[in-house]
């Protein structure tokens, strides 16, 4: 599931219109529309953080789907850890695509 479709599936659960939710992350609605059909990259992580309040959703699953990393722990990912994650995952990893895939093959393994 992308980010968009992680959006769109959290915002019918809690029955906000797509105004409703653009109103409350501070973005217009049309800007949310393309977000939720892919046709625009995923925004900043404040706004990611806004919409997961509204949403009463977990922001670190919604900041990880649209391919950024929590800027609070950013400072800590240094070359090192980056090469202990990919070790972790046994893969062997050509892009970020791949990489993700590792990992989400690897979330599901343990749920």
Known sequence: MNFG???RELRKER???QRDLAAQAGIDFTYLSKIENARMEPPSERVILNMAEALDADPDELVLL????PSDLAEYIDADMVKMLRRST???F???EDYRRALGDRQNRER
């Open 5 to 7: 479709e992680r959006v």
């Open 94 to 96: 050509r892009s970020k």
């Open 66 to 69: 649209a391919g950024k990393i």
């Open 90 to 92: 046994d893969g062997d």
């Open 15 to 17: 029955r906000l219109s």
